[in-house]
């Protein structure tokens, strides 16, 4: 079977209901909803190449995401009414969950962090704002797309949140401490931002 089937070279690309510009604001959304898919790929053989089993709960998770994040893209791509939606209600609630056990694991949050402190970490934070590039192109979308429900939207706002948390809980699970940004305040109060 050929990979390649040169129906792209004109700049266009199939979705499920029809062809676009290959960029598209939905191409747009569907395609970085997989980049962020391939650094969770990578965090997890990150994890998995580690002491994995300090980091079994945390592994399954991501697998379980890289097929839910599967499923987002999929939606973004479908201008077909004859397609069901395939993410669901339940993916972020699970989020909400994990991100509150999370929140009671790691050390309180008083101040911003950066990026770091492990190598696993730092791919999180990776596919965290990269998520949070996908929920933009997901906002400008659903202006012009009324047939795309908000649960994609949703999830990746919260993904984003659970990434952030996550990074965390993997710096606290390999004793490593986080990067505090060295001009911050004390804007966390709880664990949660003042005003949240």
Do not use: W
């Not at 379980?64 to 893209?73: A, M, R, S, Y």
């Not at 009414?81 to 694991?105: C, N, P, Q, V």
Request: net charge negative; glycine share 8%; charged share 35%.
């Amino acid at each position: 079977m050929k990979i390649y089937t040169r129906t792209g070279d004109e700049g266009k690309t199939s979705i499920i209901g029809g062809r676009v510009d290959k960029d598209d604001v939905r191409v747009e959304a569907y395609g970085t909803v997989d980049e962020v898919n391939g650094f969770v790929g990578q965090a997890i053989v990150e994890l998995s190449e580690r002491h994995s089993h300090h980091f079994i709960d945390l592994i399954e998770d991501l697998e379980k995401i890289q097929h839910e994040l599967f499923d987002c893209g999929g939606d973004l791509a479908n201008i077909s009414s004859k397609h069901d939606m395939k993410l669901e209600k339940a993916s972020i609630t699970y989020l909400e969950g994990r991100i509150d056990e999370f929140i009671e694991e790691a050390p309180a949050l008083e101040r911003f962090i950066l990026p770091g402190g492990s190598k696993p970490s730092s791919t999180i934070h990776i596919a965290r704002t990269i998520t949070r590039r996908a929920e933009r192109h997901v906002v400008t979308l659903m202006k012009e797309s009324e047939e795309l429900t908000t649960v994609p939207m949703k999830y990746l706002n919260r993904l984003s949140d659970y990434f952030f948390a996550l990074a965390r809980v993997i710096n606290f699970r390999l004793d490593v401490k986080d990067v505090e940004y060295a001009r911050s305040a004390k804007v966390f109060r709880g664990g949660k931002r003042k005003g949240e």
